[in-house]
């Protein structure tokens, strides 16, 4: 299924965060919080001024970014663990 983001909000895709310490303890998945990393799969269009022109989105598919804790809505598309949310949950695009 093909999904197709409207205005600001952006489809991420959680990366994995690592499942060991650096001290080699191997860490459940019932102790691991989720990552506050992924990546972009899919941006709308912009949200509307007040003017009525659209405002750009800044991130673009591809870009690897990290996002508030508690930012966007989980939802499950074929099969897949994807988060929705805002252009403003995202803190920052890593280089």
Do not use: Y
């Not at 205005?7 to 459940?28: A, N, Y």
């Not at 899919?42 to 509307?48: I, S």
């Amino acid at each position: 299924m093909k999904i197709k983001p409207l205005h600001d909000h952006v489809i991420v895709s959680r990366l994995e965060s690592e499942e060991k310490t650096p001290g080699g303890i191997i860490i459940p998945d019932t102790a691991k919080e989720k990552p506050q990393e992924g990546k972009v799969l899919a941006v709308g269009p912009g949200r509307l001024g007040k003017e009525g022109n659209r405002i750009t989105p800044e991130v673009k598919e591809g870009d690897k970014v990290l996002f508030t804790k508690w930012g966007g809505t989980e939802v499950k598309i074929d099969g897949r663990e994807l988060m929705i949310m805002k252009e403003d949950d995202i803190l920052a695009v890593l280089e």
